[in-house]
């Protein structure tokens, strides 16, 4: 049976370590001298939702609308159906379609870092620690981890479809062989950094996404031969290939966790 534990007890946190690498709290860095970190984090928001809220610094913040190729409704002026995009395909990749089309369209390149956030969620960070990432030498920003008491057997537990785990670790051995061994670390140990939320350096952003829509591309033609599914099975992957992501990069990159903050839409 899965936990109800506190993400950040200090013995929690040791278990993470071994798997994720070292890491920092967010408020624990430096917010000192002149921050001049440049950064664009998106918030994706659908149709459904209501306009950002009042408190999201446009500076930093930029409400994307996602799935737009799917609807009249226009929200906001950012949108993932222009250029290259899958937005039409929203309905199985979620917020993530938001993620591709930043990353095949070049959006705010010429910013440090980039991101991604919820409508209905957002960081427990300040715009003051957002200036100042560049200063602390922060490479990764993600949510604290979530706790099970295994991620395979909660991931089928959740979705009931074995066929999904196996097709990616099937395609990571294939395509991205030297991420092979960290897929089975993965899936024995206890923890996933859910919601695909996270600031990167630009540069790893694109590696990120490189390595996540090479695997979600390949899993999505497999079942386009067989069924159109519409059931947002590629937004749970890609919160799984996230994971792995970081864990195989857990000593290359440094990184600090940030809280995440539920918000209750109007």
């Given at each position: 049976?899965?936990?109800?534990i506190?993400?950040f007890?200090?013995?929690?946190?040791?278990q993470?370590e071994?798997?994720?690498?070292k890491y920092?709290?967010?408020k624990?860095?430096?917010?000192?001298g002149?921050g001049?970190?440049?950064?664009k984090?998106?918030?994706?928001?659908c149709?459904?939702?209501?306009?950002k809220?009042?408190?999201d610094n446009a500076?930093?913040?930029?409400?994307i609308?996602v799935?737009?190729a799917l609807?009249?409704i226009?929200?906001?002026d950012l949108?993932?159906?222009?250029?290259?995009?899958?937005?039409?395909?929203?309905?199985?990749?979620?917020?993530t379609?938001?993620l591709?089309?930043a990353?095949k369209?070049?959006?705010?390149?010429d910013?440090?870092y980039?991101g991604?956030?919820?409508?209905?969620?957002?960081?427990d960070?300040?715009?003051?620690q957002?200036c100042h990432?560049k200063?602390?030498?922060?490479d990764?920003?993600?949510v604290?981890?979530v706790?099970?008491?295994?991620?395979h057997?909660?991931?089928?537990?959740?979705?009931?479809?074995e066929?999904?785990?196996e097709?990616?670790?099937?395609l990571?051995?294939e395509?991205f062989?030297?991420?092979?061994?960290?897929m089975?670390?993965?899936?024995?140990q206890?923890?996933?950094?859910?919601?695909?939320m996270?600031?990167?350096?630009r540069?790893?952003?694109?590696?990120?996404?490189?390595?996540?829509?090479g695997?979600l591309?390949?899993?999505?033609?497999?079942?386009?031969?067989i069924?159109d599914?519409?059931d947002r099975?590629?937004?749970?992957?890609?919160?799984?290939?996230?994971?792995?992501?970081?864990?195989?990069h857990k000593?290359?990159y440094?990184?600090?966790?940030?809280?995440?903050?539920?918000?209750?839409?109007?």
């Amino acid at each position: 049976m899965d936990q109800e534990i506190d993400p950040f007890a200090e013995d929690v946190m040791e278990q993470y370590e071994k798997s994720y690498g070292k890491y920092r709290k967010i408020k624990d860095i430096s917010v000192d001298g002149d921050g001049k970190t440049t950064l664009k984090i998106m918030i994706a928001c659908c149709h459904k939702d209501k306009e950002k809220l009042s408190e999201d610094n446009a500076m930093y913040y930029t409400p994307i609308q996602v799935g737009k190729a799917l609807t009249d409704i226009c929200l906001y002026d950012l949108c993932d159906n222009t250029g290259d995009n899958i937005s039409e395909r929203n309905y199985n990749y979620s917020e993530t379609t938001a993620l591709y089309w930043a990353w095949k369209n070049g959006f705010a390149s010429d910013a440090e870092y980039i991101g991604l956030r919820h409508y209905r969620r957002k960081f427990d960070i300040t715009d003051e620690q957002l200036c100042h990432l560049k200063e602390n030498g922060i490479d990764i920003i993600h949510v604290e981890p979530v706790y099970y008491d295994s991620i395979h057997d909660s991931f089928v537990s959740f979705t009931k479809k074995e066929k999904d785990w196996e097709l990616m670790k099937l395609l990571i051995k294939e395509k991205f062989p030297n991420y092979y061994p960290t897929m089975l670390a993965y899936e024995n140990q206890h923890f996933i950094c859910a919601y695909n939320m996270t600031i990167m350096r630009r540069a790893i952003f694109d590696e990120y996404c490189e390595f996540m829509f090479g695997i979600l591309t390949e899993i999505e033609d497999y079942y386009l031969r067989i069924i159109d599914r519409r059931d947002r099975y590629l937004g749970y992957l890609a919160e799984n290939l996230t994971s792995i992501f970081l864990m195989h990069h857990k000593d290359d990159y440094r990184k600090v966790i940030a809280k995440l903050i539920p918000l209750v839409a109007w």
